[in-house]
């Protein structure tokens, strides 16, 4: 069993339609929660951040966090086609002996047609 | 702010041959992470280091694969006699604090093909 679970997809939705992707965990130690957004042939780019449970909204982005469940969640409203891209749940850690290590998941990829 | 910048963007190399990877932090940052992505995969963690000093390489190869990131200069990634499995995408990232877990910034990957 993976240590992170995410969907690969593909997911594809018209524009204007809600998305929600999900990671699930088995390592009850980790603290910090990250989705980062790659497009094709570039690196990652670090879209949200939370720490802990709860949520946190950033624009049309909104991440949730359950450690009761070990499950985390974004949102994208109103996605729009430049959304198009791979979505990666990362996860960290704490306490002594973390370096900072990140466990991400393979990635959902995500298809919004106009 | 430039970025993390990593070089060469494309690296092709004959299976036998060695491969070496640059990757130059942001600007204030002192921490370097590499990761390998594989092919309908997600990112992998190899190594982090500080200046001089490798903290955990946990995840890499016992052989072959080396890292280090001196005083002066870029992060090296080695890779000695590589094998048609080394093909992948390398990306760094790097970050101002040692926990990491305030999100890193990465860079575009080296993407290496071997033949």
């Known amino acids: 069993q993976k240590e992170v679970e995410q969907d690969p997809g593909p997911l594809s939705v018209p524009e204007g339609a809600i998305v929600s992707l999900n990671c699930t965990y088995s390592?009850?130690?980790?603290?910090?929660f990250m989705w980062y957004r790659q497009y094709s042939r570039k690196g990652p780019e670090l879209l949200m951040y939370?720490?802990?449970?709860g949520n946190k909204e950033d624009g049309r982005f909104t991440a949730q966090v359950d450690k009761s469940s070990k499950y985390i969640s974004l949102f994208i409203r109103d996605s729009q086609p430049s959304d198009s891209a791979t979505y990666l749940c990362?996860?960290?850690?704490?306490?002594?002996?973390?370096?900072?290590?990140?466990?991400f998941g393979q990635g959902t990829t995500l298809q919004v047609k106009p | 702010n430039a970025g993390v910048m990593q070089n060469p963007r494309h690296l092709v190399r004959r299976r036998g041959q060695e491969a070496r990877l640059r990757c130059s932090p942001m600007?204030?940052?002192?921490?370097v992470y590499w990761y390998r992505q594989l092919p309908e995969e997600g990112l992998k963690f190899m190594v982090y280091?500080?200046?001089?000093?490798?903290?955990?390489e946990s995840g890499m190869p016992k052989e072959r694969f080396s890292a280090e990131f001196p005083k002066e200069g870029p992060s090296i990634l080695r890779i000695q006699q590589v094998v048609r499995g080394d093909s992948a995408a390398y990306f760094c990232?790097?970050?101002?604090?040692?926990?990491?877990?305030?999100?890193?910034?990465f860079g575009s990957g080296t993407r290496l093909t071997v033949v």
């Open positions: 990232a790097s970050s101002p604090t040692g926990a990491g877990n305030y999100g890193y910034t």
């Open positions: 390592n009850s130690a980790f603290q910090y």
């Open positions: 939370t720490y802990s449970s």
């Open positions: 990362a996860m960290g850690g704490s306490g002594s002996g973390n370096t900072g290590k990140l466990i």
């Open positions: 600007k204030g940052h002192s921490h």
């Open positions: 280091l500080q200046k001089e000093n490798i903290i955990d």
